[in-house]
């Protein structure tokens, strides 16, 4: 067996490339059992009523045929919910992850970079490597604000082929603020994705800008806004751009029950919409409700999740101390230097918070 294992180890070092090797796997933490505060989902589900006309919905679903390669239906449903313009382009893809990998692969080559302000959401800098391309990392200043000064010269140094922009920002919650978004547009060679997976829980929208920059794309999700388990993903943008990232999108990406279930809930878009107007009220509470505990200070925040930052080595302590209560958060202490004793903290309804309110005072009380 000892043979059999050296045999392996060795083909695994001498194909898998080095940067791969060296690579740990997206950590997704068993949840079972716990109250769930760290992936950001909508924590509300669908009324009786809704569901039982979901189930017939699905009732016709075909699942001995492939799906549509292209979900029309869920396309034209997503231009009236979205107010969509015709003349731009939409893209699916099996989540927003799939998407940022096809706009990697489209563009990836010898010299070939992706850039991105961080601390934010850890996948541009993953796949960049995926797709054995260049990452480089703009830091944010201690406020976790963009220092553009900074971003404008490492744009002109490296002259990326994309950068990332979240809007808001994950982990940290915010904005960048108009002016500078531009100027990073404008002074930025190759594509530009704005990724507005919060879009739901801000006033913030920059799909008209697409009139204003040929080399910007939008990126969002139907995930935030309660449909994480469909995985759909949306890219709009110039047809042009699309066609040629559309060219590396495997075949049948979005599949039946995803397809007839999107199409459904945009029908109901309404009840969504109910949801997340609500869960942006609590996170208001919930922002207040926190800065008030000893030892906390809570970022503000236009998504659906806050960040906080503990007393000076006691997030891990923290982080654990939930956890055997059965409150999962996300420790981000340990992940960038700018979020050293920070924690992220998903949004719920009243009850939710509420506990969770209760076992942080408890911890920080008696700690």
């Known amino acids: 067996m000892t043979d059999v294992r050296d045999q392996v180890d060795a083909q695994i070092h001498h194909w898998i490339r080095p940067e791969i090797a060296s690579l740990a796997a997206y950590p997704v933490p068993d949840s079972t059992g716990m109250l769930k505060l760290d992936a950001m989902e909508n924590p509300y589900g669908w009324p009786d009523s809704l569901t039982a006309q979901w189930h017939e919905a699905l009732a016709n679903a075909q699942l001995n045929r492939y799906p549509h390669p292209d979900a029309p239906e869920v396309k034209t449903a997503l231009r009236t919910v979205l107010k969509i313009d015709p003349s731009w382009d939409i893209l699916l893809g099996n989540g927003s992850d799939e998407l940022i990998q096809l706009i990697a692969m489209a563009v990836s080559g010898a010299n070939r970079m992706v850039l991105a302000p961080e601390p934010s959401f850890v996948m541009y800098r993953m796949i960049a490597r995926f797709v054995g391309m260049d990452y480089v990392g703009v830091p944010l200043t201690a406020a976790f604000e963009l220092d553009l000064e900074l971003m404008l010269s490492r744009i002109e140094r490296e002259q990326p082929a994309v950068v990332f922009l979240a809007q808001p920002n994950n982990p940290t919650g915010n904005l960048w603020g108009d002016e500078k978004l531009r100027r990073i547009i404008e002074a930025t060679p190759g594509l530009v994705v704005m990724d507005e997976a919060y879009t739901a829980f801000t006033d913030a929208d920059y799909l ?45 990406n979005i599949n039946n029950l995803t397809q007839i279930s999107a199409r459904f809930a945009l029908d109901h878009f309404d009840v969504f919409e109910h949801q997340t107007a609500e869960l942006t009220r609590q996170r208001r509470l919930l922002q207040q409700q926190l800065a008030a505990l000893p030892g906390l200070t809570v970022f503000d925040s236009q998504a659906n999740f806050l960040l906080v930052r503990t007393e000076p080595g006691r997030a891990a302590a923290l982080h654990a101390a939930l956890k055997e209560t059965g409150i999962l958060i996300k420790k981000l202490d340990g992940s960038h230097p700018l979020l050293a004793d920070c924690l992220r903290i998903t949004v719920s309804f009243d009850a939710e918070n509420q506990r969770l309110l209760a076992a942080l005072e408890q911890h920080l009380l008696t700690a």
């Not at 009139?211 to 995985?231: C, E, F, H």
Request: no cysteine.
């Open 208 to 252: 008209s800008w697409l009139d204003d920059y040929p080399n910007l794309l939008i990126m969002r999700t139907l995930s935030k806004v309660g449909l994480a388990g469909l995985r759909l993903g949306i890219l709009v943008g110039d047809p042009a751009w699309l066609e040629q990232i559309n060219k590396l999108r495997l075949p049948y």
